[in-house]
């Protein structure tokens, strides 16, 4: 096929502005060093490009690969068939797999898919998330991981019921069941997304495939096998990332081109310090307002604690967490690049709106990938691998954690589970993760009619996340809490972030996109079907003029609660644990609040005694809110000083010991569950 001519106006109008002079020598200046293989470009074809057979293969080896690890823990691990080792590894893992499990753990397709394209829609401004990583993963290795590893459980809503009740873990599990099975399903639809957009596989044959394959390793090798699973899929999203991040500087003239580009466009924006909480990314926003989300991500969610926990020393959680912070800044910063440089290549033709190439912007990047690295076999095949590790990684620790709160929290309440042996705990452990994925693949179905997966995923999952991390925030940190407080506080949270998320969705609260511009489209294919001129019909139109973004509506709606339902979903989280922690606080001064004397220490982070040790004994006193140190409690409960006082302390937990040893007709373990709760 004979290329196309590049025609572009070298006479401009009288009435040209001095940007438009800049951008029209950089558009000229773009289409000189595009010309090469040039009629390959979607824009230029108005088609994708699809897979080859190399790609296909390569795409299909790094699959097998994931699986493959799971076989081999399956069958290395036969001999060692525990339910500990299937779900914590046996406490025996290293730092560096856990590390790289814990980088990928949240860092699913929906970010890989949903960052460059924050920056293509947007701006810049979400790049401050990098901040706030910086500060979720110190306050995850400084406060919340060293409190739930020196508590040695399994599931972190076990914490509940040593603090509040069997009620409030009960309540605190569903949640979190509820919540993970729709991030699930988010995680699971993004990468079919992708996959479809670029083989024209059908959407649910990907679906299926991707949570057989999970499932299949998740269960057989169990969380040594997630955890190695997770440090090969590491290497290959890195790998892939920057595979798309260096062509694509290549072909936009370098990175500090495309940044020009993106610059004279709007795109470079970091300047936004607006306090307006109704901000959709500002630097508070972003900083503050998703640094507490991403906080309860690494700190109070099951599927990271319970990696943390399979490490040998409270040391090596620490630095495992660390370690990983330097993975996800450098991914995330990877990631907003090729935003920069993905819109530097469609700068004049935007192809959502040209031929309709793909029909959401969800699937701009994989498109985007196709173009640039289409010509060289196998290097699409390896990108579209590291979007599908990206899920992968998250599917498969999620249905580990499901599978482990489900049965430590509730199926072991029941009499015929706690009789069974070690190895059929772990044959059940396996059988949940097959029911969940199940479940995930009908919760797909609901999340295929949502567009702008990444907002919508951060939305709904901070609906329910910020309830659940309001509990551990009101029990770990506020010793008069009790346990109505706690059930009112998480349940008016939940009803209030509800209400929020779904009036923003009924009022259709939008932030207009950017500016785009569709002058350096190929529009004679819409008459001829013949490769023919790319030339600009007016000058004019790219000088002066770019498609203007939906304005925001003129007349807002006359419900007075309209403003709440503008609050940027960044601030679901923390907005939720502050309802749940003052309403908690509240209810539990009205119903008869817990006596911080009473309270066993190791259950409440004394913030000051753990981050400020060298102030005076006599103000880190005052500073403990009456909570005993945990020297005064053991000597006062050994010497008995305390009596009634520490029977009070345990009062809720024995409560519940005894009814479930009565239930079960175990008298004769009674008292060595009670024995348990004092050490």
Not at 275 to 298: A, C, M, N
Not at 401 to 426: C, G, P, Q, Y
Not at 621 to 632: A, F, I, S
Request: glycine share 6%.
């Amino acid at each position: 096929m004979k290329r196309p001519i590049i025609s572009v106006p070298l006479k401009l109008p009288t009435n040209a502005t001095e940007d438009g002079w800049k951008l029209h020598k950089r558009y000229l200046w773009f289409l000189t060093r595009r010309k090469l293989k040039m009629d390959d470009y979607s824009i230029i074809t108005g088609k994708r490009k699809t897979f080859g057979v190399v790609d296909y293969v390569l795409f299909s080896i790094i699959l097998i690969i994931s699986a493959a690890i799971g076989f081999f823990f399956a069958v290395k691990d036969r001999k060692k068939d525990s339910s500990s080792n299937f779900l914590l590894a046996g406490r025996k893992m290293s730092v560096f797999p856990v590390a790289m499990s814990l980088l990928v753990t949240f860092l699913s397709a929906l970010t890989l898919l949903g960052n460059p394209v924050e920056i293509y829609n947007y701006n810049t401004m979400f790049w401050y998330l990098c901040l706030a990583m910086v500060l979720a993963i110190a306050a995850a290795s400084f406060i919340f991981i060293p409190f739930f590893y020196e508590l040695g459980i399994t599931s972190a809503f076990e914490y509940l019921e040593l603090r509040f009740s069997k009620h409030v873990r009960i309540l605190g599990c569903l949640l979190y069941i509820f919540q993970t099975m729709m991030y699930v399903s988010f995680v699971l639809y993004a990468p079919a997304l992708a996959l479809t957009a670029v083989t024209g596989i059908n959407l649910w044959a990907s679906i299926v495939g991707i949570m057989l394959i999970v499932t299949a390793y998740t269960a057989m090798g169990g969380m040594k096998a997630v955890v190695w699973t997770d440090t090969f899929q590491a290497f290959v999203i890195i790998a892939g990332l920057l595979a798309a991040l260096i062509q694509g500087s290549i072909l936009t003239g370098g990175f500090e081109e495309a940044w020009k580009v993106a610059a004279d466009r709007g795109r470079v924006v970091f300047d936004v310090f607006d306090p307006d909480p109704k901000v959709r990314h500002s630097f508070w926003t972003v900083v503050f307002g998703g640094g507490i989300f991403w906080t309860s991500l690494f700190g109070l969610n099951q599927a990271q604690i319970q990696r943390a926990i399979s490490l040998p020393s409270l040391t090596k959680a620490k630095i495992s967490l660390l370690t990983s912070l330097i993975g996800i800044v450098f991914i995330l910063t990877i990631g907003f690049m090729i935003g920069i440089v993905m819109f530097a290549f469609y700068a004049n033709c935007h192809p959502i709106k040209f031929m309709n190439i793909i029909s959401k912007a969800d699937q701009l990047l994989p498109l985007f990938v196709m173009d640039i690295l289409g010509q060289f076999p196998g290097i699409p095949g390896i990108f579209v691998s590291c979007v599908f590790s990206g899920s992968l990684s998250t599917l498969s620790s999620c249905l580990n954690a499901l599978s482990a709160v489900t049965i430590e929290d509730i199926l072991k309440r029941f009499r015929f589970v706690k009789s069974m042996n070690d190895f059929k705990i772990t044959l059940l452990s396996k059988f949940l993760v097959v029911i969940y994925g199940v479940i995930g693949i009908g919760a797909a179905f609901l999340v295929s009619q949502v567009s702008a997966i990444l907002q919508a995923s951060y939305s709904l999952f901070s609906i329910i996340n910020g309830p659940l991390s309001g509990l551990f925030v009101l029990g770990i940190f506020f010793p008069w809490a009790n346990t109505w407080g706690a059930i009112a506080g998480s349940l008016t949270s939940l009803f209030m972030m509800s209400w929020i998320g779904f009036g923003a969705f009924a009022n259709k609260i939008r932030t207009p996109t950017a500016t785009f511009d569709t002058s350096g489209c190929n529009w004679n294919l819409t008459t001829t079907t013949t490769m023919t001129t790319v030339a600009m019909e007016s000058s004019t139109m790219l000088l002066n003029s770019t498609t203007t973004p939906i304005p925001p509506a003129t007349v807002e709606s006359s419900d007075p609660f309209y403003d709440m339902y503008k609050l940027s979903y960044l601030w679901y989280t923390a907005t939720a644990i502050l309802i749940n922690v003052v309403v908690g606080l509240i209810v539990s001064f009205i119903t008869g609040r817990t006596k911080p004397e009473d309270l066993e220490p190791r259950l409440i982070f004394s913030i000051f005694d753990r981050l400020l040790p060298c102030l005076p004994e006599t103000v880190l006193r005052k500073l403990r809110c009456g909570v005993p140190t945990k020297q005064k409690y053991e000597k006062d409960s050994q010497n008995g000083t305390k009596g009634v006082d520490i029977q009070a302390s345990e009062k809720q937990t024995m409560t519940a010991l005894t009814c479930d040893n009565l239930e079960n007709g175990n008298t004769h373990g009674l008292k060595t569950d009670v024995e348990s709760t004092r050490l």
